[in-house]
């Protein structure tokens, strides 16, 4: 079935540190792919939607100059957390859906728990 | 997008049928269902997805009236390892498929 892989699952760095985090569709091509945000006891939140070739689009409230999203081919949508403090200490998931298969869920990766000191 | 209401928490125990039921009164005519499982660290999971009235699959039952306003997950016999946040969600091919999440219901299954 539908995979999608994040890569790192975990990252612990200092304050001010910037950090990558990989989303990649295993099986299939993602024209869109999504970031969401979780803090502890709390829903997903929606941060952006990551375009294939094209200018993420943020939701309202999100720093596109902190959040830095780049989808540069139909496998790979990346996440940068620029110069990262204490309260972008977060679980954050992406989510990716078969572009070839119109009403197909959406497929989410297992996330990344990022720990800012 | 369309908003989806559901239980903040339900209790049961092994072996019972869990119904969980969302409310999205705004539903679109093209928005599918979807429901989602999600244990703590880890992302969601896809459980089941429909249109209109019944779907069934190994792990669950949809149901989903004529008017598509509400929905209910079927959990049959459930056990402790289904102790988890289920979401529901609404939406179609516009955005690219984007989804909004509610607050979900975290089901406990007690012995």
């Known amino acids: 079935g539908a995979v999608v892989s994040q890569h790192p699952s975990r990252v612990i760095c200092k304050s001010g540190t910037s950090v990558k985090i990989e989303c990649r569709s295993l099986?299939?091509?993602?024209?869109?792919m999504f970031w969401y945000r979780q803090f502890p006891k709390q829903s997903l939140m929606l941060m952006a939607t990551?375009?294939?070739?094209?200018?993420?689009?943020?939701e309202q409230g999100v720093e596109k100059d902190k959040f830095l999203i780049n989808h540069a081919s139909l496998t790979l949508s990346t996440l940068t957390v620029t110069s990262a403090h204490p309260e972008d200490s977060s679980f954050y998931i992406c989510?990716?859906?078969?572009?070839?298969?119109?009403?197909?869920?959406?497929?989410f990766g297992d996330g990344t728990r990022l720990s800012i000191l | 997008l369309a908003k989806t209401t559901q239980p903040i928490s339900m209790d049961s125990y092994e072996g019972q049928e869990v119904n969980i039921t969302c409310s999205h009164n705004?539903?679109?005519?093209?928005?599918?269902i979807t429901w989602y499982q999600q244990f703590p660290s880890q992302g969601p999971r896809f459980i089941i997805q429909?249109?209109?009235t019944k779907v069934t699959n190994e792990v669950a039952s949809l149901f989903i009236p004529a008017d598509r306003k509400s929905s209910t997950l079927s959990l049959p016999r459930v056990s402790l390892s289904d102790t988890a946040v289920y979401y529901c969600?609404?939406?179609?091919?516009?955005?690219?498929?984007?989804?909004?999440f509610g607050q979900g219901t975290e089901l406990s299954v007690k012995p």
């Open positions: 989510s990716a859906r078969d572009r070839g298969n119109v009403g197909q869920p959406q497929h």
């Open positions: 099986d299939f091509q993602a024209t869109t």
């Open positions: 990551s375009n294939e070739g094209s200018k993420a689009t943020y």
């Open positions: 705004n539903i679109a005519t093209n928005d599918y």
């Open positions: 429909g249109y209109k």
């Open positions: 969600l609404v939406g179609g091919d516009n955005q690219g498929g984007k989804l909004i």
